[in-house]
């Protein structure tokens, strides 16, 4: 027999989102070094890209060959589960370590994402406060870069590995937008 009586929900929450221009960020990071780029993101001087602020990351520093985020364990990341869906943190593992590898790269150059490899070992709840990943640049060559990342919870147990593969290439003259990991 069907239940026809109505669902009640508990009150929904809301989360507002604000950007800038992505191409205002994308001009910017065409005409700097990656890492004088990545250190003007933080510290404010050049707005920070839409995806990051969709997901609540926090930039927190970069050093040649290396670059560290926060992202909150908060329930608007949360899948059906109860945990931060795995794509969540995926991205937050996926920008460090292209943000480690775009700050080895000079004026003029651009990388993207060409494999992805992700361990997870542990869930990431609301219990696990403020999420905390690193980047490392393991070889940065010419034509590929290559980085590790580690993504640990507040009390500093990780809770996922990565690897990246990237592919650096010369970026068009035209000053065109080119995507990047």
Known sequence: ?????????????????????????AAAGQSLAGVDFLRALLAGEIPPPPAIQLL????????????????PAAEYLFNPLGSVHGGSLATLLDSVMGCAVHSTLPVGRGYTTLEFKMNFLRPATGRSGLLTAVGQVIHAGRQQAVAEGRL??????LVATASTTCLVFDLPVTGAPVSGG
Do not use: Y
């Not at 929450?13 to 800038?20: A, F, G, N, Q, S």
């Not at 640990?152 to 147990?157: I, K, P, Q, T, V």
């Open 56 to 71: 609540g990351i926090e930039f927190v520093s970069v050093d040649p060959g290396t670059a560290s985020m926060r992202m």
């Open 152 to 157: 640990s919870d507040e009390a500093g147990r």
């Open 1 to 25: 027999m069907l239940d026809d009586s109505p669902k009640t929900h508990p009150p929904s929450r809301r989360r507002t989102v604000e950007w800038d221009d992505p191409r205002t960020t």
